[in-house]
């Protein structure tokens, strides 16, 4: 079983950027594809970005514009999310997650294994 530990959140002005980062322990996480989900205040969790295993193959929702980056490196055991350009609406709690398939799905009954989350706070 692979635990997931999400950190770099903060609260941030608009316009400003965060790097989000998802260490894995217990197990590597090379065959595992990887998704990063955010989940607002009264929302429901949504998607935001995946990576295959290999990272070849990314994925991202629609609603983020381009301004979300996600990688991985396997060799550290952790997985990334670049956000640029702040927004208020960007506000929510970040998840990262597995997926025992090694793909990159939108859906979170995708994904096995989930960490507790890390907090980003936008001002506007």
């Known amino acids: 079983q692979v635990q997931l530990v999400e950190s770099g959140g903060g609260l941030v002005q608009a316009g400003g950027s965060l790097r989000l980062s998802c260490a894995a322990s217990g197990r590597t996480i090379s065959p595992y594809g990887m998704g990063w989900f955010r989940q607002a205040a009264g929302k429901e969790r949504e998607f935001v970005a995946a990576i295959s295993r290999s990272g070849s193959r990314t994925n991202y929702a629609d609603s983020i514009s381009g301004r979300f980056t996600i990688a991985r490196d396997n060799a550290k055991n952790t997985v990334y999310l670049q956000i640029h350009s702040l927004k208020p609406e960007d506000t929510a709690v970040y998840f990262c997650?597995?997926?025992?398939?090694?793909?990159?799905?939108?859906?979170?009954?995708?994904?096995?294994?989930w960490g507790q989350g890390t907090q980003v706070t936008v001002s506007s």
């Open positions: 997650a597995a997926n025992q398939w090694g793909i990159a799905p939108s859906s979170t009954s995708e994904y096995a294994y």
